[in-house]
């Protein structure tokens, strides 16, 4: 038990700073405010080209799938960093399926698509939600019939993140409609986005963050298009969830926003004089934020931990899920009534203020994750039983 | 970064646990409601010694085993779960890692010894009326007198301070604060009994003149106030660990229960707002646990500690408050009933939440500290 980093991390954490620093110019960060935090811009793709060309993407893969060979707390800092500095890292695919398919993938795809995740030349998108298969995911219907060598899938997806500057999309199908349990009866299949049967129209949402409604029409993929074993995409999906949740709820953006509300409430004054640091009433709610991201940052690191030693357990997962994702809300709103109106004036207003503004989206945004990822109710249902041995309801 | 226990920590716990199954239960603890009996276990406190623990972290030249403050605060969390009847926070971390660190080589000879094999207890007077910061003493204060120092004020809630071969006492004098060893058995010293909610012995002390030889100053206004911070800091992240220990066995307690217990045909913990309740209270649990786990380690490496050690305060009484309502809850009236063990651990919930300062409190002070640019998120 050593709860502080070693001088090689700390390091680590100095050297990713400054290149961030370098590499966040301002022509990028206006294009990322434009794209909505979500990326896939010109200039955006360029810096990824150079983090991958850098060696930065993989630094925590061993260094026989091309990573640096470091370990997933190293990964972490990396991927706090580059959140911290702004950058929309698409860590959907370099962390979560990216892994998925350096385990599972067959040879095509080790050979022709996990290098190319580590250089930033291949992005893809998570296509499980449809219209009818939310929370209940292993009822979806889109599928995948096999005719001869090839697969021809059919279907719709929804909430499909990214996809519309995506390669490839991460699609769980219906290949076994007789399977005795809905989800023994799902595979995994790599469908590239430039197939004439791929389509997908813009879904708008609260917080400004594009999705998308896809359509899969027709669409005709040889074997190398399967992920794993037929019909075993559960445990595929399950995995990938699991990477996906500590990334969701990455501590580095909120330490970021912490430390300049921090800042600019220090250097604020108010109209009858003083800073407005020194209201009681602010202190309370900084000093609120700064214990809850503290936890978020000591759950985040013991999950890196814990992923190194291969001890990853289920209910700690679920654990950093369900807490970060309800206290960043909590952050939005606490930080919001530190700035009064002005967390309400948007970035688009002449005399918009940049941490105020940055909250009135952020706060928009904040329920994504709470039923995002796998809804924080299934993950306390994770909790009891994983966590507490607690029997659960037959559904 | 290394979350993992360690084979020698990984013993202590062990050990720690093996002892505390074997002597303590809820028939034993029944001894002490209500104050019928002293709550102090002379044949655990033994046991202790005999097994080594009570030296975990006393130097191997004073007999100890030689570990750290991690080491000890795995222990303490230990005493937590098994709610067990012997002080080791006030002996063994608030009472004898100062003298460890701070005290003369003669004091150290003096006292330590007799902690390791049980024979001396230490403790400390910590809290004043309205002040539970004990490196800046209100109510208590010194003069030199014959190279050592005369002693006068009131200390509120010290435990054990019956049995102790000395308590540490901070006051106030005009150089700064010094660190005095009193013995309370010394002239012009008065005990007066406290019930507290936990039936803990606890004492306010009454100070009139006490004369405090010069080999009993355990630090001069130069640095005690730095003294009595470590030493708070120590305390406060001991009773954060003991915190993880209680709550953590409180929630397993709900979970099993609530496993068990039937309603409607079916466990009550089949219910999603039980499971989630408890669920709840498993978040909680690990955000204590991290964030002690923290401030014991960052001590124990000798790193700056205060941000990390409030915040840890925070999450213990938080988590404390909510983990006891969430048990006692989930329990239906059983939770409450003095005959099922859960009500006991309830009230080592509030002593952690409240002593050396609560929830509020420590955000107020972490909010000061946010303002002065002392807590940024590094
Ligand atoms: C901006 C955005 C981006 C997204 N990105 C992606 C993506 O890239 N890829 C993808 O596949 N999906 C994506 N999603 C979809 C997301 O994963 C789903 O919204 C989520 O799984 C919930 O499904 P649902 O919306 O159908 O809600 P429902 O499943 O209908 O749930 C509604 C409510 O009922 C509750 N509920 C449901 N079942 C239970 C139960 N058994 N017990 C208790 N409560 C229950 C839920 O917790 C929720 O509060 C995205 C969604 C949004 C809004
Ligand atoms: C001090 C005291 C005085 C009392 N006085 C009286 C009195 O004068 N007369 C009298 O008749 N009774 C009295 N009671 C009993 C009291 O009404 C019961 O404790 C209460 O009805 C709960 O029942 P239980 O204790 O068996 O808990 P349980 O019914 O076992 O409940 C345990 C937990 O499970 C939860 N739970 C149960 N079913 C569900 C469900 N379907 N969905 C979700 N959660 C569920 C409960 O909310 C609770 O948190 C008293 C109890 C106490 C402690």
């Given amino acids: 038990m050593k709860v502080e980093f070693t001088p090689e991390q700390e390091a680590l954490r100095t050297e990713l700073r400054a290149y961030f620093n370098e590499l966040m110019t301002p022509e990028l960060r206006i294009e990322c405010d434009r794209d909505m935090g979500e990326g896939g811009g010109p200039l955006w793709r360029e810096a990824l080209l150079k983090m991958g060309r850098d060696g930065w993407i993989g630094v925590g893969w061993p260094k026989e799938l091309g990573g640096r060979g470091m370990s997933p707390i190293e990964q972490f800092i990396f991927v706090e960093e580059i959140m911290r500095a702004g950058y929309p890292f698409p860590f959907l695919t370099t962390e979560s399926v990216g892994p998925q398919l350096a385990e599972h993938g067959n040879e095509w795809q080790k050979a022709n698509i996990v290098p190319k995740i580590l250089t930033g030349e291949c992005l893809i998108a998570i296509g499980y939600s449809e219209p009818g298969a939310g929370t209940d995911l292993a009822r979806l219907k889109t599928t995948a019939v096999k005719e001869g060598d090839e697969w021809v899938i059919n279907g719709q997806k929804m909430w499909t993140s990214l996809a519309h500057f995506c390669d490839y999309v991460w699609l769980a199908c219906r290949t076994d409609q007789n399977a005795e349990k809905p989800h023994r009866g799902i595979s995994m299949f790599l469908v590239p986005t430039s197939d004439p049967g791929w389509s997908s129209t813009p879904v708008v949402t609260l917080g400004g963050v594009r999705t998308n409604a896809t359509y899969y029409d027709n669409i005709r993929v040889t074997d190398d298009a399967l992920v794993g074993e037929l019909n075993k995409g559960w445990k595929l999906i399950t995995g990938q969830l699991n990477r996906e949740r500590l990334s969701l709820v990455n501590c580095g953006p909120t330490q970021q926003l912490f430390n300049g509300v921090v800042k600019w409430a220090e250097e604020t004054e108010l109209p009858e004089g003083g800073r407005l640091i020194d209201q009681p009433w602010v202190q309370m709610n900084l000093a609120k934020v700064r214990a809850g991201v503290e936890a978020l940052k000591l759950v985040c690191y013991k999950q890196a931990w814990a992923m190194t030693e291969g001890t990853l357990d289920m209910a700690d997962a679920s654990a950093a899920k369900v807490y970060g994702s309800e206290f960043f809300i909590e952050v939005y709103r606490a930080l919001g009534e530190v700035m009064e109106q002005m967390s309400l004036v948007s970035e688009h207003s002449p005399n918009a203020e940049q941490h105020a503004s940055r909250v009135e989206r952020l706060y928009r945004t904040a329920s994504i994750i709470t039923f995002g990822g796998g809804t924080n109710e299934i993950q306390r249902d994770i909790i009891s039983a994983a966590g507490l041995w607690m029997p659960r309801a037959t559904r | ?378």
């Fill in chain 2, 1 to 378: 970064m290394n979350f993992g226990f360690s084979e020698e920590q990984r013993d202590v716990q062990n050990l720690a646990r093996q002892i505390f199954t074997d002597l303590v239960s809820p028939e034993t603890l029944k001894a002490s409601d209500d104050y019928a009996a002293e709550r102090f276990d002379e044949a655990l406190w033994g046991k202790l010694a005999e097994a080594g623990l009570l030296g975990v972290a006393i130097d191997e030249a004073y007999g100890g085993m030689g570990f750290g403050f991690m080491e000890l605060g795995l222990l303490v969390e230990e005493v937590g779960r098994s709610i067990a009847p012997a002080p080791v926070i006030p002996a063994l971390v608030s009472g004898a890692l100062p003298i460890q660190k701070f005290g003369s080589d003669e004091q150290k000879q003096r006292l330590l010894p007799g902690v390791v094999s049980g024979k001396t207890l230490l403790t400390a007077a910590l809290m004043e009326k309205f002040n539970e910061n004990p490196a800046s003493p209100k109510l208590t204060s010194a003069v030199a007198k014959d190279g050592g120092y005369s002693v006068s004020g009131t200390k509120l809630c010290v435990p054990f301070a019956h049995r102790a071969e000395r308590m540490i006492v901070s006051a106030k004098t005009e150089g700064g604060v010094v660190v005095l060893l009193v013995d309370p058995k010394a002239q012009g010293v008065t005990l007066n009994e406290m019930k507290v909610t936990t039936f803990e012995p606890q004492y306010e002390v009454v100070l009139k003149d006490v004369a405090v030889a010069a080999d009993d100053v355990l630090a001069q206004a130069d640095e005690g106030a730095s003294v009595m911070q470590w030493l708070a800091e120590c305390t406060t992240a001991a009773l954060c660990t003991h915190q993880v220990g209680v709550t953590d066995c409180a929630m397993r307690m709900t979970a099993s229960y609530t496993a068990e217990r039937k309603q409607f045909g079916v466990p009550i913990a089949t219910f999603q707002a039980v499971g989630h309740r408890a669920a709840n209270c498993f978040i909680d649990v690990e955000c204590l646990r991290l964030n002690a786990y923290q401030a014991v380690s960052r001590l124990a490496n000798g790193l700056s500690a205060t941000n990390e050690v409030q915040i840890a305060k925070i999450w213990a009484g938080d988590v404390g408050h909510r983990v006891s309502y969430a048990s006692q809850h989930l329990h239906g009236g059983m939770g409450i009933d003095r005959d099922y063990p859960l009500w006991r651990y309830c009230t080592w919930m509030r002593h952690n939440e409240m002593m050396l300062g609560s929830s509020a409190k420590n955000l107020a002070a972490l909010g000061k500290r946010v303002a002065a640019g002392e807590a940024y998120c590094q």
